[in-house]
């Protein structure tokens, strides 16, 4: 397994991952070019993430993909494990938002995030259309944290 940072020039290649994260091309783009990706390889591409830099010590996933047939095999979690550990020097808090998803809240959970904050009504003022997971609409944005 190899985890590597993708350069700037490189991300727009993995734009078709990232849209199963997050459906909208400009709600990406206002993230993708200031935050550093990193790509999960073992073989082939597994799993993707980028994180950006909110505030001085605090960090936020602002997408995390795993190539759907590969969920479930635990990539996800290593690629977790692998940001708490890249940035635990250059911060203290690791932040991310999701909809009210039980399956995603449950992978955040096992990931060691506990929950923070609720954002209302953010998919409906972020998003031109409205969004579903699992048949239920996205209405609030639940932030998790955890310690880095
Ligand atoms: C969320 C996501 C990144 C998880 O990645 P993954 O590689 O499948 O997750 P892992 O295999 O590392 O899962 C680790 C643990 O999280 C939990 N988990 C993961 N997916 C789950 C699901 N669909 N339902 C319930 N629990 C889940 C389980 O406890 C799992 O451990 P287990 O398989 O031993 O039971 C992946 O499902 C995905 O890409 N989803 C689509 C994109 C998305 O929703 N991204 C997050 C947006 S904020």
Redesign the pocket.
Known sequence: MAIIKIKNEEKPLYMDLLL??DESVDMIEKYLYRGEMFALYEDDLK?LCVITQEEAGVYEIKN???VPKY????????LIAYITDYYKDKGSVLY?G?GDCP??L??YE?CGFTRSHVVKNFFVDNYDHPMYENGIQLVDMVYLKRPL
């Open positions: 199963i994260a799993a995390i993909v795993t969920q479930r095999k635990g990539y996800g979690k290593a991310v999701t399956s995603t449950n992978f096992s």
